[in-house]
């Protein structure tokens, strides 16, 4: 059974960063597309990043690139996104998903390329 939990939310100042975690089990990272999504209040939830684990290729949604760097730690099964420069617009659920097969849908972080959603965690960015 895949599970997904996701950790190191939290609030943060304007310009800040954190770092969220995803710790995967029922599955190893090296078969799987791990991706980052996030919903905002009152918005569709939108794709991140994700990073495929047979050659390590990532893919980040254009209005991401920059800030957001997604990185997978094989040993402890886990994906981080290390978010930086944080803005309130950035406020939101972030969630992690995972997929064992890496289809078009999973490379442009379409949510309906994933099939296995964690809980989410709050990340809030205010003064």
């Known amino acids: 059974q895949v599970q997904l939990v996701e950790s190191g939310g939290g609030l943060v100042q304007p310009g800040g960063s954190l770092r969220l975690s995803c710790v995967g089990s029922?599955?190893?990272?090296?078969?799987?597309?791990v991706g980052w999504f996030r919903q905002a209040p009152g918005k569709e939830r939108e794709g991140i990043s994700c990073?495929?684990?047979?050659?390590?290729?990532?893919y980040y949604a254009d209005s991401m690139k920059g800030r957001f760097t997604i990185s997978k730690d094989n040993a402890k099964n886990t994906v981080y996104l290390q978010m930086n420069n944080l803005k309130p617009e950035d406020t939101g659920v972030y969630y992690c998903?995972?997929?064992?097969?890496?289809?078009?849908?999973?490379?442009?972080?379409?949510?309906?390329?994933?099939?296995?959603w964690g809980q989410g965690v709050q990340v809030t960015v205010s003064a």
């Open positions: 990073i495929w684990g047979r050659d390590d290729s990532t």
């Open positions: 998903a995972a997929q064992g097969v890496f289809t078009q849908a999973t490379m442009r972080l379409q949510s309906g390329g994933f099939d296995y």
């Open positions: 029922g599955f190893t990272l090296p078969y799987y597309a």
